[in-house]
């Protein structure tokens, strides 16, 4: 474990000293405020960041949005907003905002001004804990790091179908049974199958864990990640809460 890690340090985990980039963030328990977290951060380091969606997701504030069929036919002069959200429609039905197919993000890394594309690439219908359908998640080819999102605060309680999104799936992956206490071992069954957190990564991108909604008291020594870091698993866990300051608390690495 080490002091609590500044963002320079995060950037180097996610390898965001490269660019441009897109940075896929998945699972469930805190995607959308880690994307928003995310995005003020390299706002605050000086880059241009396109914050949106593979999928839906609730309408982001105090952030410009923009409704476009395909964000390359932007005008160039709003690329040079610190920050801009851009979905191609409205759900009123469901408050939420429909994003871009992950080949028109791609395209856009290589053809829009822009330094970040911030990306939630999966749904959870609000639960702190998921494993993916058969057409989950929905990832841009051309992303250079993953962020596999957990609900840290779920370790200790019961799971089950009323608290998991998948539960079928999430079962079959982790060992987990109704209304048993979910446990790091779980957790880390869902990582490491191919059909869990990290599935459809790209190869080669950047792999990060995020426990989120965690207690900084939580007692996970270090020794309980580095299987997954010495096998290649993650290449690195970040342990905090987003909403809160400092969002990230602990960070473990190969």
């Not at 779920?154 to 999104?165: F, I, R, S, T």
């Not at 990564?201 to 909604?213: K, Y």
Request: hydrophobic content about 45%.
């Amino acid at each position: 474990m080490e002091n609590i890690p500044q963002a320079d340090t995060l950037f180097c985990d996610s390898g965001a000293f490269a660019g441009p980039l897109i940075i896929s963030v998945v699972g469930a328990g805190g995607k959308t405020s880690t994307l928003f977290w995310l995005a003020q951060q390299f706002q605050q380091a000086g880059r241009r960041v396109l914050l949106t969606t593979t999928t839906h997701m609730f309408l982001p504030e105090r952030c410009p949005t923009l409704l476009c069929r395909d964000p390359r036919q932007l005008p160039a002069a709003l690329w040079k907003t610190p920050r801009l959200a851009c979905f191609s429609a409205w759900l009123a039905d469901v408050g939420k905002v429909r994003g871009f197919s992950p080949a028109v993000l791609d395209a856009v890394l290589e053809e829009a001004d822009v330094d970040v594309v911030l990306v939630e690439a999966d749904g959870a219908h609000g639960f702190a804990l998921k494993a993916p359908n058969e057409h989950e998640p929905c990832i841009p080819y051309r992303s250079s790091c993953v962020i596999a999102v957990t609900g840290g605060q779920m370790l200790g309680h019961n799971v089950g179908p009323e608290n998991v999104h998948r539960w079928p799936l999430f079962s079959r992956i982790t060992g987990a049974t109704p209304g048993v206490a979910l446990d790091l071992a779980m957790l880390h069954r869902l990582i490491q199958h191919p059909q869990g957190a990290f599935k459809n990564a790209p190869a080669g991108a950047r792999r990060i864990w995020l426990l989120n909604q965690i207690s900084q008291n939580e007692n996970l020594p270090d020794s309980a990640f580095q299987p997954l870091l010495t096998q290649g698993d993650v290449d690195a866990v970040w342990m905090g809460a987003v909403q809160e300051n400092p969002a990230i608390t602990r960070r473990v690495v190969r």
